[in-house]
Protein backbone atom coordinates (compact mmCIF):
# COMPACT_ATOMS: atom_id res chain seq x y z
CA UNK A 1 0.00 0.00 0.00
CA UNK A 2 1.13 3.27 -0.61
CA UNK A 3 -0.07 6.61 0.37
CA UNK A 4 -0.01 9.50 -1.54
CA UNK A 5 -0.79 13.47 -0.12
CA UNK A 6 -0.59 16.19 -3.03
CA UNK A 7 -0.18 19.91 -2.03
CA UNK A 8 0.39 22.85 -3.61
CA UNK A 9 -2.55 24.29 -5.20
CA UNK A 10 -4.26 27.68 -5.21
CA UNK A 11 -5.78 30.44 -7.22
CA UNK A 12 -3.35 31.92 -9.47
CA UNK A 13 -3.62 34.38 -12.51
CA UNK A 14 -3.03 33.44 -16.10
CA UNK A 15 0.76 33.34 -17.02
CA UNK A 16 1.72 32.39 -13.73
CA UNK A 17 3.93 29.54 -12.02
CA UNK A 18 3.08 26.88 -9.49
CA UNK A 19 4.41 23.87 -7.64
CA UNK A 20 2.52 20.75 -7.07
CA UNK A 21 4.34 18.64 -4.62
CA UNK A 22 3.40 14.64 -3.56
CA UNK A 23 4.51 13.13 -0.52
CA UNK A 24 4.62 9.48 -0.56
CA UNK A 25 4.49 7.00 2.27
CA UNK A 26 4.11 3.11 3.09
CA UNK A 27 6.11 0.66 0.51
CA UNK A 28 9.29 1.63 -0.95
CA UNK A 29 8.58 4.95 -2.86
CA UNK A 30 11.59 4.64 -5.45
CA UNK A 31 10.15 1.08 -6.95
CA UNK A 32 7.38 2.90 -8.41
CA UNK A 33 6.48 5.19 -12.09
CA UNK A 34 4.75 7.98 -10.92
CA UNK A 35 2.21 10.31 -12.89
CA UNK A 36 -0.14 13.70 -12.18
CA UNK A 37 -3.30 13.50 -14.23
CA UNK A 38 -5.81 16.51 -13.66
CA UNK A 39 -9.69 16.38 -14.28
CA UNK A 40 -11.87 19.41 -15.24
CA UNK A 41 -15.21 19.26 -14.56
CA UNK A 42 -17.42 17.65 -16.54
CA UNK A 43 -14.32 16.36 -18.01
CA UNK A 44 -12.45 12.84 -18.33
CA UNK A 45 -9.57 12.37 -16.22
CA UNK A 46 -6.71 12.88 -18.37
CA UNK A 47 -2.46 12.73 -18.41
CA UNK A 48 -0.50 15.50 -17.73
CA UNK A 49 3.08 13.96 -16.86
CA UNK A 50 4.45 10.82 -15.69
CA UNK A 51 8.54 9.89 -14.20
CA UNK A 52 10.07 6.38 -13.91
CA UNK A 53 11.06 4.76 -11.19
CA UNK A 54 14.34 6.05 -11.69
CA UNK A 55 13.78 9.65 -13.23
CA UNK A 56 15.37 8.45 -16.04
CA UNK A 57 12.13 8.78 -18.13
CA UNK A 58 9.58 11.46 -18.58
CA UNK A 59 6.48 12.10 -20.40
CA UNK A 60 4.25 14.78 -20.83
CA UNK A 61 1.41 15.75 -22.45
CA UNK A 62 1.16 17.93 -25.78
CA UNK A 63 -1.00 20.11 -24.20
CA UNK A 64 1.71 20.82 -20.82
CA UNK A 65 5.21 20.44 -22.71
CA UNK A 66 7.64 23.03 -22.64
CA UNK A 67 5.18 24.30 -19.54
CA UNK A 68 5.41 21.72 -16.83
CA UNK A 69 7.80 19.38 -15.83
CA UNK A 70 7.74 16.33 -13.85
CA UNK A 71 10.52 15.57 -11.03
CA UNK A 72 10.88 13.09 -8.09
CA UNK A 73 13.29 13.00 -4.99
CA UNK A 74 13.50 9.49 -4.23
CA UNK A 75 15.57 10.20 -1.39
CA UNK A 76 12.26 12.45 0.47
CA UNK A 77 9.63 10.26 -1.66
CA UNK A 78 8.65 12.89 -3.18
CA UNK A 79 7.10 13.70 -6.96
CA UNK A 80 7.11 17.28 -8.04
CA UNK A 81 5.05 18.76 -10.69
CA UNK A 82 6.31 22.25 -11.87
CA UNK A 83 3.84 24.48 -13.86
CA UNK A 84 5.17 27.54 -15.21
CA UNK A 85 2.83 29.62 -17.85
CA UNK A 86 -0.39 28.61 -16.50
CA UNK A 87 -3.45 29.12 -18.64
CA UNK A 88 -7.39 29.28 -17.55
CA UNK A 89 -7.47 25.57 -19.55
CA UNK A 90 -5.45 24.14 -16.50
CA UNK A 91 -7.36 24.62 -13.97
CA UNK A 92 -8.63 21.13 -12.45
CA UNK A 93 -8.18 19.02 -9.69
CA UNK A 94 -4.65 17.57 -10.01
CA UNK A 95 -3.80 14.42 -9.19
CA UNK A 96 -0.77 12.28 -8.38
CA UNK A 97 -0.23 8.46 -8.68
CA UNK A 98 2.16 5.59 -8.48
CA UNK A 99 1.91 2.50 -10.45
CA UNK A 100 4.05 -0.75 -10.38
CA UNK A 101 5.21 -0.30 -14.34
CA UNK A 102 6.27 2.46 -16.47
CA UNK A 103 2.66 3.90 -17.87
CA UNK A 104 0.66 7.41 -19.30
CA UNK A 105 -2.60 5.02 -18.80
CA UNK A 106 -4.11 6.91 -15.52
CA UNK A 107 -6.73 3.45 -15.59
CA UNK A 108 -3.10 1.22 -14.60
CA UNK A 109 -2.35 3.00 -12.16
CA UNK A 110 -2.44 1.69 -8.58
CA UNK A 111 -2.49 4.61 -5.88
CA UNK A 112 -4.11 7.57 -5.95
CA UNK A 113 -4.12 10.69 -4.01
CA UNK A 114 -6.68 12.92 -3.03
CA UNK A 115 -5.95 15.65 -5.13
CA UNK A 116 -5.03 19.52 -5.34
CA UNK A 117 -7.27 22.03 -7.03
CA UNK A 118 -5.37 24.61 -9.62
CA UNK A 119 -7.45 27.06 -10.42
CA UNK A 120 -5.81 29.95 -13.63
CA UNK A 121 -7.76 33.13 -13.73
CA UNK A 122 -7.79 35.10 -17.26
Known amino acids: QVQLVESGGGLVQAGDSLRLSCAAS????????MGWFRQAPGKEREFVAA????????AAADSVKGRFTISRENGEDTVYLQMNSLKPEDTAVYYC???????????????WGQGTQVTVSS
Open 51 to 58: ISWSGGAS
Open 97 to 111: AAAKYWTTVWKSYDY
Open 26 to 33: GRTFSRYA
